[in-house]
């Protein structure tokens, strides 16, 4: 069955730079595309970036300057690092397979998440 | 990027009751997606492309819409239908989500 799941470090230090990676399992990153999306405490959704099943990606506009997205198709690992992480990054960090399909998206499989706290 | 605005913020209803959420988009799009999320689990796709039931949801939820105005409705409202509903658009770059509409029951 069709699984992700995240990992990263619990706490990282402003400034510093976060990496997480999603793991996933019963499909190919060749045939879907994954998405990072985050939610701050007691907050909404917010959809991060993304890797495509080309290998191309896309980010949010007002995050593009400090993310980058890359994927390890022999490990099913797609990898999100964020640098210069200020406390408003402390978030939920979940990633979810992307179902595109004629030029609509969403997700269909999410993973748990990972609780990413941004503090010295 | 087109903003999504849920509504209402949050509701309770008894089991039983009949509730609409709604969810307007500031630009026309395609197709609306909606998520259940309970307390401390990640989102679940619960309708897609505006009324289609993801697997595994019941039959009492149903969604409609077109254009810029949107809704998810449950016939007879279950304990279990408690959660937070999100709306989502991938229609236009940059895929957006709503605020959410928080469920209690009364």
């Known amino acids: 069955q069709v699984q992700l799941k995240e990992s990263g470090p619990g706490l990282v230090q402003p400034s510093r730079t976060l990496s997480l990676t999603c793991t996933v399992s019963g499909f190919s990153l060749t045939s879907y595309g994954v998405s990072w999306v985050r939610q701050p405490p007691g907050k909404g959704l917010e959809w991060i970036a993304a890797?495509?099943?080309?290998?191309?990606?896309d980010y949010n506009s007002a995050l593009k300057s400090r993310l980058s997205i890359s994927r390890d198709t022999s490990k099913s690992q797609v990898l999100l690092k964020m640098n210069s992480l200020q406390t408003e990054d402390t978030a939920m960090y979940f990633c979810?397979?992307?179902?595109?399909?004629?030029?609509?998206?969403?997700?269909?499989?999410w993973g748990q998440g990972v609780m990413v706290t941004v503090s010295s | 990027e087109i903003v999504l605005t849920q509504s209402p913020t949050t509701m309770a209803a008894s089991p039983g009751e009949k509730v609409t959420l709604t969810c307007r988009a500031s630009?026309?799009?395609?197709?609306m997606h909606w998520y259940q999320q309970r307390s401390g689990a990640s989102p679940k796709l619960w309708i897609y492309e505006t009324s289609k039931l993801a697997s595994g949801v019941p039959n009492r939820f149903s969604g409609s819409g077109s254009g810029t105005s949107y809704s998810l409705t449950i016939n007879s409202m279950e304990t279990e239908d408690a959660a937070t509903y999100y709306c989502?658009?991938?229609?236009?770059?940059?895929?957006?989500f709503g605020a959410g509409t928080k469920l209690e029951l009364k």
């Open positions: 989502q658009q991938g229609s236009s770059y940059p895929n957006t």
């Open positions: 979810a397979r992307s179902y595109y399909y004629s030029g609509e998206d969403y997700f269909d499989y």
């Open positions: 890797i495509w099943s080309g290998g191309s990606t």
């Open positions: 630009s026309s799009v395609s197709y």
